[in-house]
């Protein structure tokens, strides 16, 4: 394997024999950038930001200047690369900090090679598949904003998990007050006729897997109570095993063409 095609791992340690070691254990299948503190660690992700290394080993415990959390607290503002801490020994409340941090594995000394080179395959792996599901929710999100109605995801119990610009114009409700909640507390719905309960779109997708319209004459009660004429469309979300995950809501406003369809039975009535 040609250098450039090295996985590159950032190794972040205060004792020269600790990134010596490391280095005779790994550089002949990665590539290693070797720095003594964590200043040095960010000046050489700051030099070189359009070849950032693909892994961060931290020691967690460096002594002179910012420690290894703050370091990687840096690294996690600032770099999308996942960062691994080595440790001989933290108290509770540096480990406290090393978790908000979000590292990808914590590797204890005194460690074998074979452990060393598993927990380094293993973060690597988990960085990818988090990476494919952020771009993945991130496509989902772009796709759901774009769609010209109003539109719910939530989960299999029922509580919001995605909300389009259109489903929070037309509720009046913002999207931070929504995810979350439970559907029936936000998406509130009335029959035309007075008494007349209308089931809940959630139960009716369970039962019946997808549905088109719940009633005949269906309002949405928006947050500041106004009622809006509505037709709403709710399908199931199954996983690949065919277990349902979630349920998909689909609303529009109808004013329009209700204004529509009575002025043609006035015309009509009047002939």
Same mark, same amino acid.
């Given at each position: 394997?040609?250098?450039?095609?090295?996985?590159?791992?950032?190794?972040?340690?205060?004792?020269?024999?600790?990134?010596?070691?490391?280095?005779?254990?790994?550089?002949?299948?990665?590539?290693?950038?070797?720095?003594?503190?964590? @200043?040095?660690?960010? +000046? =050489?992700?700051?030099?070189?930001? *359009?070849?950032?290394?693909?892994? !961060? %080993?931290?020691? $967690?415990?460096?002594?002179?200047?910012?420690?290894?959390?703050?370091?990687?607290?840096?690294?996690?503002?600032?770099?999308?690369?996942?960062?691994?801490?080595?440790?001989?020994?933290?108290?509770?409340?540096?480990?406290?900090?090393?978790?908000?941090?979000?590292?990808?594995?914590?590797?204890?000394?005194?460690?074998?090679?074979?452990?060393?080179?598993?927990?380094?395959?293993?973060?690597?792996? @988990?960085?990818?598949? +988090? =990476?494919?599901?952020?771009?993945? *929710?991130?496509?989902?999100?772009? !796709? %759901?904003?774009? $769609?010209?109605?109003?539109?719910?995801?939530?989960?299999?119990?029922?509580?919001?998990?995605?909300?389009?610009?259109?489903?929070?114009?037309?509720?009046?409700?913002?999207?931070?007050?929504?995810?979350?909640?439970?559907?029936?507390?936000?998406?509130?719905?009335?029959?035309?006729?007075?008494?007349?309960?209308?089931?809940?779109?959630?139960?009716?997708?369970?039962?019946?897997?997808?549905?088109?319209?719940?009633?005949?004459?269906?309002?949405?009660?928006?947050?500041?109570?106004?009622?809006?004429? !509505?037709?709403?469309?709710?399908?199931?979300?199954?996983?690949?095993?065919?277990?349902?995950?979630?349920?998909?809501?689909?609303?529009?406003?109808?004013?329009?063409?209700?204004?529509?369809?009575?002025?043609?039975?006035?015309?009509?009535?009047?002939?």
């Amino acid at each position: 394997m040609a250098e450039s095609d090295k996985i590159k791992i950032l190794v972040v340690d205060d004792e020269p024999d600790n990134v010596e070691l490391l280095g005779a254990y790994l550089s002949l299948d990665y590539e290693i950038i070797p720095a003594y503190s964590g @200043k040095e660690a960010l +000046d =050489k992700l700051k030099a070189d930001e *359009k070849n950032l290394p693909d892994l !961060v %080993l931290m020691d $967690i415990m460096l002594r002179e200047g910012m420690d290894g959390v703050e370091a990687a607290q840096e690294i996690h503002h600032n770099y999308d690369i996942p960062v691994v801490y080595i440790t001989a020994y933290a108290d509770d409340s540096i480990m406290q900090r090393a978790k908000l941090t979000e590292p990808f594995g914590y590797i204890l000394k005194p460690f074998e090679e074979t452990e060393l080179r598993t927990n380094i395959e293993i973060a690597l792996y @988990k960085y990818k598949m +988090d =990476k494919q599901v952020k771009e993945s *929710k991130q496509w989902l999100e772009a !796709v %759901l904003n774009s $769609i010209a109605d109003a539109v719910i995801a939530t989960d299999e119990s029922g509580n919001i998990k995605l909300i389009n610009p259109f489903a929070t114009a037309l509720m009046g409700w913002s999207e931070d007050e929504v995810l979350g909640q439970p559907l029936q507390n936000i998406f509130k719905i009335e029959s035309e006729e007075s008494g007349v309960k209308v089931e809940n779109p959630v139960e009716k997708v369970i039962r019946e897997g997808m549905f088109f319209g719940l009633e005949s004459g269906t309002f949405l009660v928006t947050k500041n109570n106004a009622r809006i004429p !509505v037709d709403i469309i709710g399908s199931s979300i199954k996983n690949e095993s065919g277990a349902l995950i979630g349920v998909l809501i689909v609303f529009y406003d109808i004013s329009d063409r209700n204004r529509i369809e009575n002025i043609i039975y006035d015309l009509n009535a009047n002939k």
